[in-house]
């Protein structure tokens, strides 16, 4: 924050859920935010306090109103897609900048996007913009909604887009992903019960995963996607495989990565020293490392996040820190 720059107004609505409190935690110390009230996504919602919070922000969480954000410049939507996709434009008429962490307006094929998310009003609001810090940081300052991708998203873009952008790969791209149970969200289910998950791993959403077809706009390739759930609190390795084009060397894949991450600070690249989840947990580093085989040109990138930070909150610091011209880690070490 650059001296006489103003702190800027925020607000959190799904502030009980794991990314909205992981989101109070960093904005009650980010230097450049005032947090002004955190809400939850029900107008119904019982009023609490965060005990694990206490000292860092020592607010109340009140049901959500929308007349209550009216001292908010930045608010941030940390909430299921249909109350986002619901609720974003009544923010958005009244002079709100919004930060959506759901997948609510991810997609940019209308199709898709009923499919997955039919809920979402099409056309999208005027300055809605999808952005990957990394890639996407011109679009973000000007933007008046922005859209945060998916946690197992960001963690197979990060591993394969400085690749497909300088036209090193061919075919398809198979992601093979495991997620901590906090990436299921907090609501109970029977798969998310610690009986079903203690001691056990399992695959889900095969050819259904709405995040698939996020990849693939990405990309701009075929995607094949299975996501697994393990026992961890938090925490995304990502193994991706891939094709490369005839004469692509391993020197040229770590090159491209290089290129493209020379000055991303939360990106951190390990070469054939694979990283492992316990390197990047409740920090917002996401860490790359890969392997080439080159007689048969085949790759594999191993990614690694914190899902509800680097894959949710903090990543959507980082969008906050793009939209008020704030250094890029400031809020996030």
């Known amino acids: ?63 959500y109103s929308p007349e209550v954000l009216g001292g908010c410049d930045v608010v941030f939507l940390s909430t299921p897609e249909v109350f986002a996709a619901t609720s974003a434009a009544e923010l958005l008429a009244r002079g709100h900048r919004v930060i959506d962490l759901s997948g609510a307006f991810r997609l940019k094929d209308p199709a898709l996007r009923a499919r997955f998310y039919p809920a979402t009003p099409d056309p999208l609001p005027d300055g809605t913009v999808y952005s990957l810090p990394e890639f996407d940081a011109a679009v973000v300052p000007g933007a ?22 300088a036209g090193l790969l061919q075919g398809e791209a198979i992601v093979d992903a495991k997620s901590g149970i906090s990436g299921a969200g907090k609501g109970a289910s029977e798969r998310t019960h610690f009986s079903e998950n203690h001691g056990s791993v399992a695959a889900y959403g095969l050819f259904s995963h709405r995040h698939t077809p996020e990849m693939e706009q990405a990309l701009e390739l075929p995607v094949t996607f299975t996501p697994h759930l393990v026992p961890l609190d938090r925490g995304i390795l990502a193994t991706t495989y891939a094709r490369l084009k005839p004469g692509v060397t391993a020197a040229h894949v770590g090159e491209a990565l290089r290129t493209a991450y020379a000055s991303a600070f939360f990106v951190r690249l390990t070469g054939d020293r694979l990283p492992e989840i316990k390197h990047v947990v409740h920090t917002n580093f996401c860490d790359i490392g890969w392997k080439v085989d080159e007689p048969t040109g085949r790759l594999i990138v191993v990614a690694v996040l914190d899902n509800l930070l680097k894959g949710a909150a903090g990543q959507a610091v980082q969008q906050f820190n793009l939209l008020c011209g704030f250094p890029d880690q400031e809020g996030l070490l």
């Open 1 to 63: 924050m650059t001296e006489g720059q103003q702190r800027i107004g925020v607000g959190v609505v799904g502030a009980t859920g794991y990314g909205g409190q992981e989101l109070i935690r960093l904005l009650a110390r980010h230097p450049g935010a005032d947090l002004k009230v955190a809400l939850g996504s029900s107008q119904s919602e019982q009023s609490r306090t965060l005990p694990g919070l206490a000292r860092i922000w020592d607010g109340e969480i009140t049901a």
């Open 144 to 165: 008046r909604l922005v859209s945060c991708p998916g946690c197992y998203p960001t963690a197979a873009m990060l591993s394969l887009l400085p690749l497909t952008r």
